[in-house]
């Protein structure tokens, strides 16, 4: 009844990662389910936005097949499917939406484009105008996870930077500082340390590099992102024991979130430092 009496439904339902990096599309197919029940008995036209982080293909190859069969209209005619990927982080996540970095748009067709147009035209105009990116739905959602690789990249490159610069005792902080004042590189994520966590990085990055061996493509050089990643918290304890015999002693971690600002746990860092300490 709810969706009935509005012109714009969001999707945004978890796509957590199988064991083989792919994502799991149950969470996501089955609130696609429902909303194709409700469109069955809506007149006019509606749009269904996917927030949810899918590999390419996936809204035209599942999610708008699905909508049709269930719902028995056409896409394209008697509603439409559109990606607008979220760029959200934990701990800032109200001031993101209200102040992002840009909006990202994948439809096709303008009626699509127009009705996301008129929702977000407040958030624009509080903005003095926000970057939006208008885009096919394949390319939307390739935006999305680009834009989480690409950072997990950073992170993994200012750490084995770190790692080179401890070998060599320099100062790795004032390395990044400098080279974070050349506009091409910018000074965010540029503090090593001992790698990136959460839910999101390493899901997406797992993700990308499934879809893309599946796809025939090896992808190497994310391959090494994840590498150097994952060897990060024993080099922090190789570190620790070049100063100090840590056998025997008592030693205590200073916080278990994976990021400031937030209690989530997951992808914690410091849980495996915890787990290399043991």
């Given at each position: ?12 339902l978890?796509?957590?990662?199988r ?9 996501l ?48 005619e ?5 990606v ?52 096919g ?44 004042l ?9 503090r ?87």
């Amino acid at each position: 009844a709810t969706l009935r009496e509005t012109d714009i439904t969001f999707l945004a339902l978890q796509t957590p990662s199988r064991e083989d990096g792919s994502i799991d599309l149950g969470a996501l197919e089955a609130g696609t389910r429902d909303v194709g029940e409700a469109l069955a008995e809506k007149e006019g036209y509606h749009l269904v936005v996917v927030k949810s982080t899918v590999i390419p293909g996936t809204v035209e190859e599942r999610l708008e097949p699905l909508l049709e069969e269930v719902s028995g209209k056409e896409a394209g005619e008697e509603f439409g499917i559109a990606v607008n990927p979220e760029f959200q982080s934990q701990g800032s996540a109200v001031a993101d939406f209200m102040g992002p970095d840009k909006l990202v748009f994948g439809a096709e067709g303008e009626r699509a484009l127009d009705r996301l147009g008129e929702l977000y035209e407040p958030l624009v105009a509080d903005n003095d105008g926000i970057p939006i990116v208008e885009t096919g739905r394949h390319e939307a959602m390739m935006v999305k996870y680009a834009n989480n690789v690409f950072l997990a990249g950073k992170i993994s490159l200012i750490n084995e930077l770190g790692n080179l610069c401890k070998e060599f005792g320099v100062d790795s902080y004032d390395v990044a500082e400098a080279i974070g004042l050349d506009e091409r590189i910018g000074s965010q994520f540029l503090r090593s340390g001992v790698g990136w966590g959460g839910s999101c990085f390493p899901k997406d990055t797992d993700a990308l590099r499934a879809a893309g061996r599946e796809a025939g493509y090896e992808p190497e050089l994310l391959d090494s992102v994840v590498a150097v990643n994952d060897g990060q918290p024993r080099r922090m304890l190789e570190l620790l024991e070049r100063h100090t015999d840590v056998e025997g002693r008592r030693i205590a971690v200073l916080g278990l979130a994976f990021k400031p600002g937030t209690d989530d746990i997951r992808g914690s860092r410091a849980t495996l430092v915890i787990d290399e300490l043991l």
